[in-house]
């Protein structure tokens, strides 16, 4: 079992940024992928960025040179640095952990971009 915690969401200003970080608990140590996705009122959730344990990243094209994802696993823990934030933006963020069996996911963290 690998409990997500995610944190850092807010409200912000158009152009401006945020970290969301998350904490991993549990059998972490089965952990392979880690991930962001992203759900917008209406929408369906949507892939932001994975990293691998390795170090491998993935992003969306909607986020590619704004989002960077990155990991500590001596931490347990996998941020999302957000930078040049627009409207779009906004959405429940959702951390997850993929392992060889199973997929789990945080309670997600609400970001909102004001214009």
């Known amino acids: 079992q690998v409990h997500l915690v995610e944190s850092g969401g807010g409200l912000v200003q158009a152009g401006g940024s945020l970290r969301l970080s998350c904490a991993a608990s549990g059998s972490i140590v089965r952990v392979n992928v880690m991930g962001w996705y992203r759900q917008a009122p209406g929408k369906q959730r949507e892939l932001v960025a994975h990293?691998?344990?390795?170090?491998?990243?993935n992003y969306a094209d909607s986020v590619k040179g704004r989002f960077t994802i990155s990991r500590d696993n001596a931490k347990s823990t996998v941020y999302l640095q957000m930078n040049s934030l627009k409207p779009e933006d906004t959405a429940v963020y959702y951390c997850n952990a993929l392992t060889v069996t199973t997929l789990y996911w945080g309670q997600g963290t609400q970001v909102t971009v004001s214009s």
């Open positions: 990293i691998t344990s390795g170090g491998s990243t």
